[in-house]
């Protein structure tokens, strides 16, 4: 008995509910479509980059049920029933910036931008474990995003300051002075 490819690998249709930035969205995708098209293409959210598509460079780093996942590599059905978050969720209004945003620019964190939005929402990712990190955490936190700009260290001051503007409120003030990581003679 032949089977088709098509037949054997499922190029069919399939209806997808999916939460994303905080609304249902219900389409017919392919069953092969990824989910980094389907947010590109179908939803208009642009901040999702592709750049290796082979899940090497972390670009297409979105955030499913606050994770941190490559949406290169994930099937856009697998995405049924779950939450993603991309960058555009982050400020409600499209004036203001959230407070990571702030930080990475307030510290130069970003230069062309391509790895900015996966960078914003792995800090997201970090920031909510409530941990405080040294800096050389940080640089292994994020060390599944490459970036070919910056060299990292304003990335990782830029995680370290968001992580105080959200700890200690909008100004950052009020958590006591910023202690020295040894290991990398940033701070943290």
């Known amino acids: ?15 997808v509910t999916v939460r994303v930035n905080g609304r249902d969205v219900t389409r017919e995708v392919s069953t092969r479509t990824t989910l980094a098209d389907f947010l590109r ?19 297409c780093t979105i955030l499913l049920d606050g994770h ?9 059905v697998q995405a049924d029933g779950h939450a993603v978050e991309t ?5 409600g209004n499209p004036a203001e910036l959230h407070p990571i945003q702030e ?20 800090t997201k990712e970090i920031i909510e474990t409530g941990r405080e990190l040294t800096d050389a955490e940080v640089r292994h936190e994020i060390s599944g995003i490459l970036c070919r ?13 968001a992580s105080a503007k959200l700890r200690c409120g909008a100004a950052g ?16």
């Not at 941190?68 to 856009?76: I, K």
């Not at 700009?149 to 300051?161: D, L």
């Not at 003030?173 to 943290?188: F, M, P």
């Open 149 to 161: 700009c910056t060299g990292y260290q304003n990335i990782v001051n830029a995680v370290q300051s």
């Open 173 to 188: 003030a009020g958590c006591g002075t910023a202690a020295t990581d040894d290991s990398t003679g940033g701070r943290h």
């Open 103 to 122: 930080s990475f620019a307030e510290e130069q964190g970003l230069q062309c931008g391509f790895c900015t939005p996966a960078m914003v929402l792995r």
């Open 41 to 59: 293409d179908e939803l208009d959210l642009v901040s999702v980059h592709l750049g290796c598509e082979h899940g090497v460079c972390g670009c």
């Open 68 to 76: 941190s996942v490559r949406s290169c590599l994930m099937l856009a």
């Open 1 to 15: 008995m032949t089977t088709s490819t098509g037949s054997k690998y499922g190029t069919g249709q399939r209806t």
């Open 87 to 91: 960058v555009e969720s982050l400020s």
